[in-house]
């Protein structure tokens, strides 16, 4: 029987994203269009492989990083992607985009009404299996900021802490907050311990100058804000 290093001799090395075919590359694909690649595309793109990893691999542990890459150190990244150079290159992409972003007049979308804020969630959020509770982070003039993602929880609730809420709204400065969670139900129906839950964090923000505007329940195509339902 033929063992797998005679049939396949390279199959140990490294992958090269060169290797496949020219339109399925990250390179080929973005310069026809880069808004195609995904964002896995995007930092094999950025990083490349290493020694002994395909540029694809060492994305993929950097995308695992989920929403902590934003905070990442230098020193955190050279340990995943196994290069202090390209660590420093990642770094300074996530801060150019942070940079970008905030600049007076980008192009952020404004949340004016609960209508706005279900738009930005629902299709990323309306068939998760888990609770999950996010936060949209505000500028003074209801720019979206950031969208923070700040508990993952069951089938049918998350464990919620005030801090894990405001930490992020206190470091990107935020003026406002609206909470957005899912119920993987599809039914939008707040609890009661989604409205108590609410008032908590509107006390907790109160006590350090950020105003919650609403919390908007995420169901299957529906929504339901606490605020227009005058729930708090």
Do not use: W
Not at 47 to 55: D, F, Y
Not at 188 to 193: C, G, N
Not at 204 to 222: F, P
């Amino acid at each position: 029987m033929y063992q797998q290093a005679e049939l396949f001799p390279n199959a140990r090395r490294p992958f090269d994203l060169r290797e496949l075919p020219a339109s399925y590359r990250p390179d080929t694909k973005a310069e026809a269009d880069i808004t195609r690649l995904t964002e896995l595309e995007l930092i094999a793109l950025l990083l490349g492989p290493s020694k002994t990893e395909s540029a694809i691999d060492v994305a993929g542990r950097v995308l695992s990083l989920g929403d902590k890459l934003p905070r990442a150190t230098v020193r955190e990244l050279a340990t995943i992607t196994g290069s202090r150079r390209k660590a420093l290159r990642l770094a300074a992409a996530v801060e150019l985009g942070r940079r970008l972003a905030c600049k007076p007049g980008a192009d952020r979308p404004q949340i004016l009404k609960p209508e706005d804020a279900a738009r930005l969630v629902m299709e990323d959020m309306r068939r998760l299996d888990r609770e999950e509770f996010r936060v949209i982070l505000l500028d003074t003039r209801n720019r979206v900021i950031q969208v923070e993602t700040v508990a993952v929880g069951t089938l049918n609730s998350s464990r919620v802490e005030p801090r894990e809420v405001f930490k992020s709204a206190v470091r990107s400065s935020a003026a406002t907050i609206i909470l957005v969670h899912n119920h993987p139900s599809g039914d939008p129906t707040p609890s009661r311990d989604d409205v108590a839950l609410t008032k908590r964090l509107i006390q907790a923000g109160e006590l350090l100058g950020i105003e919650v505007l609403d919390h908007v329940v995420i169901g299957d195509g529906k929504f339901v804000s606490l605020k227009a339902e005058r729930l708090i």
